[in-house]
C-alpha cells in the first residue's frame, strides 16, 4: 500500500489549505493526519475512524475538519483560520485493520504571521 499526500503549500496566517490524501489499495480501520513541527515530535491531528467518528487535536478544533470517501479510499484534511504555530510536515496515515500503519511522504504547510 502507497499513499500520495497533496495539497501542502504556503498560506497567510487566517488563510485555508486543503490537504488530501489517496492509498493504492486496501481497507482502513482508520484515515487521519500527523504533523511535526522543527524541534517538536510528531502528534496527531486529526483522525476519523471507519465509522465517521472522529477526533481532532485541541489546538485544531473549530478550524480543522478531515473527511474521507471509502470508494476513492482518500482522506481529507480542510484547514481554515491557519495559524503560524500550524507549520509543520503534515503526514497522511492510513491504519489497517491488523493496527498495521502506513504513512505518506509528507507535505509542508508553511503559515506566514
Known amino acids: 500500500v502507497q499513499l500520495q499526500a497533496s495539497g501542502g503549500g504556503l498560506v497567510q496566517a487566517g488563510g485555508s489549505l486543503r490537504l488530501s490524501c489517496s492509498a493504492s489499495?486496501?481497507?482502513?480501520?482508520?484515515m487521519g493526519w500527523y504533523r511535526q513541527a522543527p524541534g517538536k515530535q510528531r502528534e496527531l491531528v486529526a483522525v476519523?475512524?471507519?465509522?465517521?467518528?472522529?477526533n481532532y487535536h485541541d489546538s485544531v478544533k473549530g478550524r480543522f475538519i478531515v473527511s474521507k470517501d471509502n470508494a476513492k479510499n482518500t482522506v481529507t484534511l480542510q484547514m481554515d483560520s491557519l495559524k503560524p504555530e500550524d507549520t509543520a510536515v503534515y503526514y497522511c496515515?492510513?491504519?489497517?485493520?491488523?493496527?498495521?500503519?502506513?504513512w505518506g511522504k509528507g507535505t509542508l504547510v508553511t503559515v506566514s504571521s
Open positions: 489499495g486496501g481497507i482502513f480501520a482508520a
Open positions: 496515515n492510513m491504519r489497517g485493520y491488523g493496527s498495521v500503519d502506513y
Open positions: 476519523i475512524a471507519g465509522g465517521g467518528r472522529t
